[in-house]
């Protein structure tokens, strides 16, 4: 049994998201995935993206964090 966080926040200045983004970072130190390699994987993340969707436009990721083998995989 492991205790997981799932949020999806969006803010209107980039300071606030980069703010939650890097204290996320700075506990996937910490988190751990679920039977990675596995069809039922559950790798632990945090993504960082401009969202456009109120334009009509897609999200762009700006930077994604992944929690793999025990270690942080910043893609
Ligand atoms: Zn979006």
Do not use: W
Not at 13 to 33: G, P, Q
Not at 56 to 73: A, I, M, N, S, W
């Amino acid at each position: 049994m492991i205790y997981r966080v799932r949020m999806d926040l969006s803010f209107k200045d980039e300071a606030t998201a980069r703010t939650l983004m890097n204290y996320a970072k700075s506990l996937s130190e910490e988190a751990t995935s679920v039977n990675e390699g596995e069809d039922n994987e559950e790798i632990a993340f945090c993504d960082l993206e401009i969202c456009r969707h109120d334009e009509g436009l897609p999200c762009t990721r700006l930077e994604r964090v992944e929690v793999r083998k025990l270690e942080v995989r910043k893609l």
